[in-house]
């Protein structure tokens, strides 16, 4: 069954620290992806990654950057969390082998920055 | 730009009545289109996909049809259960090979007994 696994569920900072989400995926997949999803807004791309150490961003990267030293491993950044970035934080992956491929979803972290 | 708009929310119906969340899109090319559900506390699932124009997506009762000559891909279900509530976001994945996908807001649907 495959699997996208998140490192947290629920997460509580301080403004401005420095706050690592980590994600794990066990499909070899190529393509990940960090979203945020707040309500009424739907989901927005913060950053995707097509390759090891490749990155692109996403409509609202502000705030944010990735790290993806290892293929299964994507991370999001927040190099100094405010309290606007309180939300729910989900990564997703694909692969992509048919042209319209499908995203495969972890469970999310809730992230609440005080 | 690509673009999704769903039906405002949230949606609450009784169980066993009759479902439809509006889905219509903006997209230069021949996007594909997918509805996702997402059952409390978990992450987004895939329920159906259609991938040209008059394709039908159906899973777990649930159907959708690309309408390509009115932007739509709105979701149907002829008889829902309380299991259904939850939140469902129609998207857009934009043609590439990286997929990605434009989301709509979401719609929240409760199903009471």
């Known amino acids: 069954d495959v699997k996208v696994t998140q490192s947290s569920r629920y997460l509580v900072k301080r403004t401005g620290e420095k706050v690592f989400l980590e994600c794990v995926q066990d499909m070899d997949h190529e393509n990940m992806f960090w979203y945020r999803q707040d309500p009424g807004l739907g989901l927005r791309l913060i950053y995707f990654?097509?390759?090891?150490?490749?990155?692109e961003k996403g409509d609202i990267p502000e705030g944010y950057s990735v790290s993806r030293e290892k293929k299964e491993r994507f991370s999001l950044i927040l190099e100094s969390a405010s309290t606007n970035q309180t939300s729910m934080y989900l990564c997703?992956?694909?692969?992509?082998?048919?042209?319209?491929?499908?995203?495969?979803f972890g469970p999310g972290t809730r992230l609440l920055v005080l | 730009g690509n673009s999704v708009t769903q039906m405002e929310g949230p949606v609450t119906l009784s169980e066993e009545a009759f479902l439809t969340i509006n889905c219509t899109y903006t997209a230069t090319g021949y996007p594909s289109l997918f509805w996702y559900v997402q059952y409390p506390g978990e992450g987004l699932q895939l329920l159906l996909k259609?991938?040209?124009?008059?394709d039908k997506g159906s899973n777990k009762g649930f159907e959708a049809t690309y309408r390509k000559e009115t932007t739509s891909f709105h979701l149907e279900k002829g008889s829902v259960q309380v299991s259904d509530s939850a939140v469902y976001f129609c998207a857009l994945s934009d043609g590439t090979s990286y997929g990605k996908l434009t989301f709509g807001q979401g719609t929240i649907l409760t199903v009471h007994p």
């Open positions: 997703a992956s694909s692969s992509p082998t048919t042209y319209q491929e499908t995203q495969y």
């Open positions: 259609a991938t040209k124009a008059d």
């Open positions: 990654s097509y390759d090891v150490k490749m990155k």
